[in-house]
């Protein structure tokens, strides 16, 4: 252990909070700053092109002969298989300037339940000033009246959207992408750029999931994720100028590349579209047995030399990513891509998206041979997190336990299989190091401190977790989380979902470890 502490004291003071993960003791040094604002240079050709095939169809009165008096109105037919919304976007990054100019069609069927008036976005980006310009919002040929405060972009209808029928908008907007390492920047790496790559995650509008009536969205906060996002279509034409000529794209979904500086990318059912651009990227892949390929871009300088010699950290983290991603398949339900795709990124820590993560760079440098490293660990984690958010989504402000407790469990599931002689250095390092404190039913906006934060939801999460598996043994422990898995797919799950999963004996059974670990006792809300 005085390895791992002194390991750790190493870190205390370079590492900072950004994404999911937290995994080590966090300074937090850096000093919220406003980004410097980028110089916006419009590209020539700065007018977007209209998306093919989007033509308003749908809004026509029907009439006596055409449709049929009997027929659902056109305007109402919406395909309920689908995701209640659809994006299809046209983007067109200067990769001189950093700007990218969007035009966004949301296609948004109406399944509230309620006749809808306005139609309310999040806009990530706009957390920060200067960073998304907003240029106009259409419905058909009407521009709509909008308001953009923080990032919750409400767009009033001009005539209300009915149940059952969809709306047709069309945003553009320039997004000048804030540069990395630097000030708040740092605590939001996947989206920045740097000097070999440029991330962008959680960087479009999505339209904020609609429960029991309200718009549900959050104010962001420095600590953990706020956004709550549901399963989308996305259909991204991204057109790149003044870039290198052998940029390359790391982005899950559909890829083709129609010419050079153009990709049309298809990403179905997915909360995010996440991508990440260099020139540096190598690229290596591995299909596992359940026929996902798991790829990973990494960067030359993840080739280390250690002791023992040339090391690739990044085929180690491909390996066991590869092992992780078919552990949690088996226990956790078919994972619905045909690829996942692991980054190597320049910022702290790690993140997860819909079919993607990253995996700071600083764990493949601080690789040691064998296991017990951040390297592994902090991999595992973010492809948990494929179920445990990207599959099975939860309101991440209120509920952050849900997927950070179950992301963190994950990984000791992970080192139970392939390394059981590790368990007990995992709850060590991981959670006994930290003797963590506080309620797991706690929300984002509890915490001034990282540290307490995680302590309270992932560690505390994790003994609850454990707590609960020795209350209803480990058969009925895994046939639960794969029973919330499979019932909460799509969904943004809640408390009371998990635990209605038990039955009232089980239910019965673990009261105490609820009061021990919630002060909600009944459900953890
Ligand atoms: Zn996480």
Known sequence: MRYLRFFLLFLLGMSLLT??????????????????????????????????????????????????????????????????????????????????????????????????????????????????????????TANLVTQL????????????????????????????????????????????????????????????????GAWLIYEPRPIGEQMVLEPADWDVSLEVTNGPSDLQIAAPGTIEQPKPGLWHIIFEHARDFPLSLSNKF??????????????????PDSVRSLASGLVDTAQHALDEGARAFQQYNDLFGDYPYDRMVIVQADFPDGMEASGLVFISTNWFYRFEPGFQNYLTVITVHEVSHQWWYASVGNDSAMTPWLDEALATYSEYVYYEEYHPELKN?????????????????????????????????????????????????????????????????????????????????????????????????????
Request: aromatic share 10%.
């Open 425 to 525: 250095w995992w709850w060590d390092f991981r959670v006994g190091e930290y003797n963590p404190q506080g309620s797991v039913d706690s929300t984002i906006y509890e915490f001034d401190d990282p540290r307490a934060y995680i302590n309270a939801v992932y560690l505390r999460g994790v003994q609850m977790l454990q707590n609960l598996r020795e209350d209803i043994g480990t058969e009925a422990f895994f046939r639960l989380l794969a029973e919330y898995a499979r019932t909460a797919n799509g969904q943004i799950a809640t408390p009371q979902l998990f635990w209605s999963l038990l039955s009232p004996d089980q239910f019965n059974a673990t009261s105490e470890t609820r009061k021990q670990f919630f002060r909600d006792s009944q459900f953890g809300r």
């Open 282 to 299: 190598r690229v290596a892949r591995q299909m596992t047995a359940s026929g996902t390929m798991v790829e990973m871009y990494s960067f």
């Open 149 to 212: 405060v923080s990032t919750k972009l409400t767009l009033t209808l001009p005539r209300p959207l009915e149940v059952g029928c969809e709306a047709d908008i069309t945003l553009q907007f320039t997004i000048n992408v804030p540069k990395g390492g630097a000030g708040v920047s740092l605590y939001h790496g996947y989206f920045s750029y740097g000097e070999r790559q440029m991330n962008l995650a959680y960087w479009l509008p999505v339209v904020a999931p609609n429960i029991n």
């Open 19 to 140: 994404g999911c993960n937290l995994a080590e003791p966090i300074a937090v040094t850096a000093t919220l700053e406003t980004i410097p604002s980028i110089r916006l240079a419009m590209l020539p050709s700065a007018t977007p092109a209209e998306t093919p095939g989007r033509a308003l169809t749908s809004l026509a009165t029907p009439t006596a002969t055409n449709p049929p008096p009997t027929e659902t109105p056109r305007a109402c037919q919406i395909d309920t298989s689908r995701p209640r919304s659809r994006y299809t976007i046209q983007a067109s990054l200067d990769y001189a300037t950093k700007a990218i100019l969007v035009s966004q069609n949301i296609r948004y069927a109406n399944t509230t339940g309620q006749l809808l008036n306005e139609i309310v976005l999040s806009v990530e980006p706009n957390q920060w000033a200067n960073i998304f310009v907003l240029k106009s919002a259409t419905w058909e």
